[in-house]
């Protein structure tokens, strides 16, 4: 059985940093991408960052480069997100979710989620 798990979410203030975790096990061995979106209230998910399963490819998209970094730990299957400098704009419910394969943008490419975290940025 697939599963993951996010954690680290909460209540932090403008120009402050969290570090999300999405602790996975069951992963069948065609996963080739884990990466985080985000989902603000009333708003579609929305890609931030990719990781390569194996070879440790990043991929962000513009709005948190610099600011967002994505990791992972092979040895205990764990998949970070370290987000600095955060603003009220960052508040969302955060996913890790896991891809074989296709555009890396596109929700449908993922069929496994993690059922979210939470993180708000007050100012």
């Known amino acids: 059985q697939v599963q993951l798990e996010e954690s680290g979410g909460g209540l932090v203030q403008a120009g402050g940093s969290l570090r999300l975790s999405c602790s996975t096990s069951?992963?069948?061995?065609?996963?080739?991408?884990l990466s985080w979106f985000r989902q603000g209230p009333g708003a579609e998910r929305k890609f931030l960052a990719a990781?390569?399963?194996?070879?440790?490819?990043?991929y962000y998209v513009d709005s948190v480069k610099g600011r967002f970094t994505i990791s992972r730990n092979n040895a205990n299957d764990t998949v970070y997100l370290q987000m600095n400098s955060l603003d009220d704009e960052d508040s969302a419910d955060y996913y890790c979710?896991?891809?074989?394969?296709?555009?890396?943008?596109?929700?449908?490419?993922?069929?496994?989620w993690g059922q979210g975290t939470q993180v708000t940025v007050s100012s």
């Open positions: 979710a896991a891809s074989p394969g296709g555009s890396i943008l596109d929700t449908e490419s993922y069929p496994y």
């Open positions: 990781i390569d399963w194996i070879g440790g490819r990043t």
């Open positions: 069951g992963l069948p061995d065609s996963i080739d991408v």
